[in-house]
């Protein structure tokens, strides 16, 4: 499986369903013409079957289709041709001895978004689950939410041409934002890094300003969409991603799902309470564990020492190099948050934990005294099988699970 394949997309566009089914020979309406035991249905349920395996897979040789959907081979030769004749499948080989097939770009695009505190990535993929183009500018940390949106569309539209793709093939668009969500009213919580964002009803705004279905989350969500599906959570139903950055925050999926909460605030495990009478959060409270252990905490308690143009990257290559105060505080930093993971683990009992976001980058320094706390801290049931390690889509990960969630809200919205 390609890195950039999403495993789970479902349905096609609406539209483009529709034309499928208008096409001769191709997918036919299960409509009031056949009965429900007619050839003609038969072939249609049949097709139906294939295209779904191909939404949710990304791309199948026809052999990986008979097996899955039990059709026979003969079957699938039939209705893979069929369908690629009508412009609804396309060849999807790439080098490989067995020819595979996927859906056609014909099906639609979707658009990923991800902000950032410096930051705004945009990614650009097909329905068939291929990123056909990625771009990343630098933002100011004031910038207004529809100044933000102005910047992105702006980085789209050169995105776009670059590909030769244009806005009307969009057929929906994800956003990550690092702050939490409110799914009952879509606006951004005061909780926020981004502060032109907060009690902005930003899905609404977002859809308004792009001319699209917007569907917004977290970042900590994006992410660990990213890594359940593409990287070193896949095979994993029980999976929490921690994000360690500006912000910390955790995005888990439960059961193979992604688990939001009542309300879509689930996961913010960087405002839970370390020490009552510690550092004023920006939530409010004292003593956040984001007081401790954000990538912000960390360059504070080594600034007095190494100066104010300090970054997480000059601390972690100073710690490689043998400098003992930039080891202790990555160490310390690491055993932390490890007793929130602890925390984490004790209560959902996950199978793998990824850590992502800025302090990823100091690798072992950070993990190893996090893995120490884990079992000084997790009780054994919970933790014995539990693996600890980096999430492997690095800086790419929040934005290939906005890529993700504009795909399923795709899917969703054409009620397949």
């Given at each position: 499986m390609?890195p950039?394949?999403v495993?789970d997309?479902?349905?096609?566009?609406?539209?483009?369903?529709?034309?499928a089914?208008?096409?001769?020979?191709?997918?036919?309406?299960?409509?009031?013409?056949f009965?429900?035991g007619?050839?003609?249905?038969l072939?249609?349920?049949?097709?139906?079957?294939?295209l779904?395996?191909l939404?949710?897979?990304?791309e199948?040789?026809?052999a990986q289709?008979?097996?899955?959907?039990?059709?026979?081979?003969?079957?699938?030769?039939?209705?893979?041709?069929?369908?690629?004749?009508?412009?609804i499948?396309?060849d999807?080989?790439?080098?490989?001895?067995?020819?595979?097939?996927?859906?056609?770009?014909?099906?639609?695009l979707?658009?990923?978004i991800?902000?950032?505190?410096r930051?705004?990535?945009?990614?650009?993929?097909?329905?068939?689950?291929?990123?056909?183009?990625?771009?990343?500018?630098?933002?100011g940390?004031?910038?207004?939410a529809r100044?933000?949106?102005?910047?992105?569309?702006?980085?789209l539209?050169e995105?776009?041409?670059?590909?030769?793709v244009?806005?009307?093939?969009?057929?929906a668009?994800?956003?990550?934002?690092?702050?939490p969500?409110?799914?009952?009213?879509?606006?951004?919580?005061a909780v926020?890094?981004?502060?032109?964002?907060?009690?902005?009803?930003?899905a609404?705004?977002?859809?308004d300003?792009?001319?699209?279905?917007?569907?917004?989350?977290?970042?900590?969500?994006m992410g660990?969409?990213a890594?359940?599906?593409w990287?070193a959570?896949?095979?994993?139903?029980n999976?929490?991603f921690?994000?360690?950055?500006?912000?910390?925050?955790?995005g888990l999926?439960i059961?193979?799902?992604?688990?939001?909460?009542?309300?879509?605030?689930?996961?913010?495990?960087?405002?839970?309470?370390?020490?009552?009478?510690?550092?004023?959060c920006?939530?409010?409270?004292r003593?956040?564990?984001e007081?401790?252990v954000?990538a912000?905490a960390?360059?504070?308690?080594l600034?007095?020492?190494?100066?104010?143009?300090l970054?997480?990257?000059?601390?972690?290559?100073?710690?490689?190099?043998?400098d003992?105060?930039?080891?202790?505080?990555?160490?310390?930093t690491?055993r932390?948050?490890g007793?929130?993971v602890?925390?984490?683990?004790n209560?959902f009992?996950?199978?793998?934990?990824?850590?992502?976001g800025?302090?990823?980058q100091?690798g072992?320094?950070?993990?190893?005294?996090?893995?120490e706390?884990?079992r000084?801290?997790?009780?054994?049931?919970?933790?014995?099988?539990?693996?600890i390690?980096?999430?492997s889509?690095g800086?790419?990960?929040?934005?290939?699970?906005a890529?993700?969630?504009?795909l399923r809200?795709?899917?969703s919205r054409?009620?397949?």
């Amino acid at each position: 499986m390609r890195p950039w394949v999403v495993r789970d997309v479902r349905h096609l566009s609406q539209d483009h369903t529709a034309a499928a089914e208008e096409t001769p020979g191709a997918m036919s309406t299960a409509d009031d013409r056949f009965g429900p035991g007619s050839q003609a249905a038969l072939r249609s349920a049949n097709q139906r079957r294939v295209l779904e395996m191909l939404k949710a897979e990304g791309e199948l040789t026809q052999a990986q289709i008979a097996r899955d959907t039990g059709l026979a081979p003969a079957t699938v030769s039939n209705i893979v041709r069929e369908l690629t004749a009508a412009g609804i499948l396309a060849d999807a080989a790439r080098g490989q001895r067995r020819k595979a097939v996927r859906l056609a770009r014909s099906a639609g695009l979707v658009v990923g978004i991800d902000f950032g505190h410096r930051h705004v990535t945009v990614a650009v993929a097909d329905m068939g689950h291929e990123i056909l183009v990625e771009r990343r500018h630098t933002l100011g940390p004031s910038v207004s939410a529809r100044d933000a949106l102005k910047r992105a569309s702006a980085l789209l539209e050169e995105a776009m041409t670059e590909v030769g793709v244009g806005m009307p093939e969009v057929v929906a668009i994800g956003l990550g934002l690092p702050a939490p969500i409110d799914s009952r009213t879509g606006e951004v919580g005061a909780v926020s890094i981004l502060p032109g964002w907060v009690g902005v009803p930003a899905a609404q705004l977002a859809s308004d300003h792009f001319g699209r279905h917007v569907e917004v989350d977290n970042d900590a969500n994006m992410g660990v969409l990213a890594e359940h599906m593409w990287g070193a959570g896949q095979g994993c139903e029980n999976v929490a991603f921690l994000k360690l950055a500006d912000g910390v925050g955790a995005g888990l999926v439960i059961d193979g799902r992604l688990y939001r909460g009542r309300n879509g605030t689930a996961g913010e495990i960087g405002h839970t309470t370390f020490d009552e009478f510690g550092d004023v959060c920006r939530c409010g409270n004292r003593g956040c564990l984001e007081t401790i252990v954000a990538a912000r905490a960390v360059v504070g308690l080594l600034e007095p020492r190494f100066g104010p143009q300090l970054t997480v990257a000059d601390i972690v290559r100073m710690a490689e190099e043998g400098d003992t105060a930039c080891n202790r505080v990555l160490a310390d930093t690491g055993r932390q948050a490890g007793v929130a993971v602890a925390n984490l683990c004790n209560l959902f009992n996950p199978e793998r934990i990824l850590i992502g976001g800025e302090l990823a980058q100091a690798g072992e320094l950070l993990l190893a005294p996090m893995r120490e706390s884990v079992r000084r801290c997790g009780i054994p049931s919970s933790t014995e099988d539990l693996r600890i390690e980096l999430a492997s889509l690095g800086a790419r990960g929040p934005v290939l699970g906005a890529v993700v969630t504009a795909l399923r809200a795709s899917a969703s919205r054409s009620g397949g």
